[in-house]
């Protein structure tokens, strides 16, 4: 079935430096994928969608600046995180959109990558 | 508003037993999906199951279900004969046609299965 790859899994950097998390379509063409970011006990936050060859769309609220996301393929999206701040620490979660495994001509469903949980100092 | 409501942050089950999460949804499209992901400890998400708007019978996977009440708005997993390995965060999420391909998940329902 689709899988999504995401890496790092873990990462902890210093305040003030800059961030980058792969997501990756490892057997499937991904045109968009998803950036989410999930504080603890708390549900999924749609950060952006991510395009590929043309600009993000960001969420309301979401700084387009601290949040850089590339997709200059169509298997690859990334985040990086700029000038990172300790409240930026947080997990994040990209997706894509990919047919039900049981219902190949059905609705897609969103498959995730594992997630990667940055720890700012 | 919140277009996805799971009114139990928390739910115990005995092994072996079944149990019900709920999920209430509030949509003005008319086709949209409904799914319920698994997210255990490690924090991956997991697809358990799909609905759509316009499906008759109800879906079902396995040992998951999803009672689906068009009329009442409400997509509520069931899963029966609970496992340990159940325990986890559970999210309801819908995607209405007319927004795309983006999704909204409700808040969760934490779900705890003892031995």
């Known amino acids: 079935g689709a899988v999504v790859s995401q890496h790092p899994s873990w990462v902890i950097c210093k305040s003030g430096t800059s961030v980058k998390i792969e997501c990756r379509s490892l057997?499937?063409?991904?045109?968009?994928m998803f950036w989410y970011r999930q504080f603890p006990k708390q549900s999924l936050m749609l950060m952006a969608t991510?395009?590929?060859?043309?600009?993000?769309?960001?969420e309301q609220g979401v700084e387009k600046d601290k949040f850089l996301i590339n997709h200059a393929s169509l298997t690859l999206s990334t985040l990086t995180v700029t000038s990172a701040h300790p409240e930026d620490s947080s997990f994040y979660i990209c997706?894509?959109?990919?047919?039900?495994?049981?219902?190949?001509?059905?609705?897609?469903?969103?498959?995730f990558g594992a997630g990667s949980r940055l720890t700012v100092l | 508003a919140q277009k996805i409501t799971q009114t139990q942050p928390g739910m115990f089950v005995q092994e072996k037993e079944a149990v019900t999460l709920d999920c209430t949804y509030d949509?003005?499209?008319?086709?949209?999906?409904l799914f319920w992901y698994k997210q255990p400890s490690s924090g991956e998400m997991i697809f358990l199951i799909y609905?759509?708007?316009?499906?008759?019978q109800n879906a079902t996977e396995g040992r998951y279900s999803l009672n689906f009440q068009k009329a009442r708005k409400s997509a509520n997993l069931v899963i029966s004969a609970s496992q340990l390995g159940d325990s986890a965060m559970y999210f309801c999420?819908?995607?209405?046609?007319?927004?795309?391909?983006?999704?909204?998940f409700g808040p969760g329902t934490r779900l705890s299965v003892l031995p």
């Open positions: 609905q759509g708007s316009y499906d008759q």
């Open positions: 991510s395009n590929e060859g043309s600009k993000a769309t960001y």
């Open positions: 999420a819908m995607r209405e046609e007319n927004y795309g391909q983006n999704f909204v």
């Open positions: 997706s894509a959109g990919t047919r039900d495994r049981n219902n190949p001509s059905g609705a897609n469903v969103l498959t």
């Open positions: 057997d499937f063409q991904a045109t968009t």
């Open positions: 949509t003005s499209d008319p086709s949209y999906g």
